[in-house]
């Protein structure tokens, strides 16, 4: 059965543009575990645009106390600043289960490519073993739409990783346009071949309630789908008229309060 953690950045990026404390991340958090998920997922980066350090810290303790999977996404080369003490310090203090490495660079809006490895898997394996030697569980971010990265997909496992997480994004592009059968049959050959060395496979980016199911159906074996922005996306739609409703009624409550 595959394993849904819901990515929360999208909680603190809201949160991070009116200052405060609302809405609340741990408590956002804390709903989606109670809903069913089975994790959940954080990418702090170095300029703190949404998730900052002290957010990671408590919700290493919440997942902690609700015995689910914790996953601290990041770019290992990041060098530590104030506010950021760098990836491997981060997971230091909140020991997750599981910490993908992405190769973003600090300005990056998004990931949006995986790793080179036959030119990065000497980089990556002594930075891999750091993570281990912490017990994390260490995925590395991974193309399957170009040809060059994925082609070298079998050398991820050289860096001593135990997953690959695919990155999915350009596969939601091409479902959205009605286009999605070319990728989907080239992601299940690159996870057949992740498989074939020994490497477990996660996905994630733009999956959406509306792509997952074909993607799932095609790609056989995923552990894991990481899903932030598509579901907090959906949420606003499919819980908006019961917080509207919710409200509404406070005011009515009020007004017959003040009537009376």
């Known amino acids: 059965m595959t394993a849904l953690s819901v990515n929360v950045n999208k909680v603190a990026v809201l949160r991070n543009s009116r200052g405060g404390g609302e809405p609340d991340v741990h408590r956002a958090a804390a709903t989606c575990l109670d809903a069913g998920a089975n994790?959940?997922?954080?990418?702090p980066r170095?300029?703190?645009r949404h998730i900052r350090a002290d957010d990671v810290l408590q919700?290493?303790?919440?997942?902690?106390s609700r015995g689910v999977e914790f996953n601290i996404e990041g770019n290992p080369f990041a060098a530590?600043?104030?506010?950021?003490?760098?990836l491997l310090e981060l997971c230091r203090q909140a020991r997750p289960a599981q910490v993908t490495l992405v190769p973003d660079s600090d300005g990056q809006?998004?990931?949006d490519h995986g790793?080179?490895?036959?030119?990065?898997?000497?980089?990556l394996r002594p930075l891999v073993a750091g993570f281990k030697a912490l017990g994390c569980r260490v995925s590395l971010f991974?193309?399957?739409?170009?040809?060059?990265?994925?082609?070298g997909i079998e050398h991820a496992a050289d860096t001593g990783a135990d997953r690959v997480e695919l990155y999915t994004g350009p596969y939601a592009e091409a479902a959205a346009a009605g286009a999605a059968a070319p990728l989907l049959a080239r992601f299940a050959g690159i996870a057949r071949r992740a498989r074939a060395v020994g490497l477990q496979v996660n996905a994630g980016h733009d999956l959406t309630r509306?792509?997952?199911?074909?993607?799932?159906?095609?790609?056989?074996d995923v552990r894991e789908v990481s899903i932030g922005h598509g579901l907090i996306s959906e949420a606003l739609y499919l819980g908006l008229e019961r917080t509207v409703r919710g409200y509404l009624q406070v005011i009515a409550d009020a007004g017959s309060n003040s009537a009376a």
Request: aromatic share 10%.
């Open 59 to 64: 919700l290493a303790r919440l997942t902690a």
């Open 210 to 220: 509306d792509n997952l199911g074909p993607f799932l159906a095609a790609v056989a």
């Open 142 to 151: 991974a193309d399957a739409w170009d040809e060059t990265r994925s082609a």
């Open 39 to 43: 994790g959940i997922t954080v990418h």
């Open 109 to 111: 809006l998004t990931s």
């Open 80 to 86: 530590p600043r104030p506010g950021y003490p760098g």
């Open 115 to 123: 790793f080179d490895f036959a030119r990065d898997a000497a980089r």
């Open 46 to 48: 170095p300029d703190a």
